[in-house]
């Protein structure tokens, strides 16, 4: 397990749709695993996983696991949010490049300032209907309020 | 000689709140709307509307309920055509590729003329309902839309990052709102025509930070008429026109992000679509007179200003805080008041892009006019500047 996972009550605002395809990665999640896909001809990661490489379209596709380290590119708090994430607003999202080179969006959890570039490791996040995964200051604690360590 | 194109008359709706609520006893609807600008744009032109040979429509949203709304308009309008009648989406390049559809069946000589029209009906729904939608056009829904990413978020990201790179203040991106309602405040076109100062943009609430209520668009209803034409045709109608003298687009592949970390605020695809424009003209950035960018937040006009070479990197906010932006500047930027304060009904803004290019290229702008006006500069996009079209119109009088 690289990754810390943190449970969650409730559900999911938006989940996601799992694949077959991307089943691994969400699955990889609660167990403290952040994958994804990387192409066996060329090297370069895809994210999120793909059924071909996106950069030299082989098929040869397996599957890698990350730190989970990474900085902060970007971020930004979202005061007016759509219907589903309403109740959660203010809420804050960002850009993480991971040190492997490989760039993703996702939440930003903690009530610190968002320095960009400073460092960040990303978290499972354990609802009650299944996995989601956000991205926090790296050696901060997480003081809010419902988030605690899975037990087991 | 390879056939040219000229954009010749345009008829538009005021920026605003048009729809009607489904259950209000009178109805304002789409087609009434647009049938009545294509009256009056046709009859500006000058054209003989037997000469139309396609209809470019840009989609309607999906809360407009008469479907096939181009075939429906055809027989509304009772306008046979030879070329196409047809409906593009694009999300925010929706009408540049309507445009472009009509441009097209003129250059292959399917059409002598063509109409470019739509009309963008939406604030009938709330912004949290509209969301539930437009998220899912502006991020991936499996891996971003369950983290509450708003399609305006990823313009509010860049402005996070060009503020730490350049250490440019969130005041100076701010300014760019003051001077656009500055230009909006003489368009009658224009939904928010009321002058305001620095200190009303920062005191309206958050909506993602560091962007404000009136640094980011409203939500307007609006529809559009353009009348396209052969060059031959526009000249024998005596009347001044605007030739599209370069084209330029790029799709860079990625939408909103992809894994390969870039320069997000580079706008990479504004970049390469300027430059093909300015080299299908012949033309560099120094010698446009004005600018009528696609900038749905304020942040968005200063990065496309420096993708487009209208600006130095990292000097754009400062254009419009030291009034080189303005009217009467060195580079006039959304003369029309831009997406904030002109409006923004998405699926037809690039519309209202060329009808304030034509008003400019005629003459015809009145107090918002730039002096000896001959050749603009114009944007599209998608996304997070992931895809740009950048069209050159000069002025023929």
Redesign the interface.
Known sequence: MTIEVLSRPGR??????VTAT?APFWEGLLEGRFQ?TRCDDCGR????PKVIC?HCWSRRILWHELSGNGRL??????????????Q?A??R???V?LEE???????LLGGGP?T??SPVRLVALSYDDGP?F?ARPDGGCIASVGLAPRPG | MSRRVALVAAAALPCGKWQTPADAALQVLEHEVLASLVADAVAEAGIDRRDIGSLAFAQCRPYTLQKYFATFMAHYLRLPCTGTVSETLGNGMTAGLAFERAVDDILLGRAKVALALGVNFETATS???H??SS?RAT????????????PI?WY??????YM?EYGVSREAIASVAVKNRRHASLNPLAQFRKLITMEDVLAQ??????LGLFEVPPRSDGAVCLVLAEEEVARATGRPYALIRGRGFYHEGAH??????ND?TALAAAQRSGQAAYAAAGVGPSDIDFAEVYAPCTIVEVLVSEALGLMPRGRGAHGAAESETSLGGRIPICTSGGLQSRGHPAYVTPFYTFVEVLEQLQGRAGERQVRDARLALTSAELGNYNAALVHVLEAVR
């Open positions: 999911r605002p938006y989940p996601p749709r991307t994804t990661f895809s994210f999120p996106p590119y970007s971020s930004t708090t979202i005061h007016a949010a759509p219907a589903s994430f309403r959660e203010p809420y999202v960002a850009i490049d080179g490989v760039r993703l969006a996702t939440r968002a960009l570039d989601l956000a | 912004a949290a309902e969301m539930m998220m991020g991936d829904v499996d891996f971003q839309v369950p983290f509450g990413f708003t978020a509010a990201m860049d402005a996070a990052r730490h609430p958050m909506i993602v930070e560091p909103q992000i992809s894994e390969v970390p997000m």
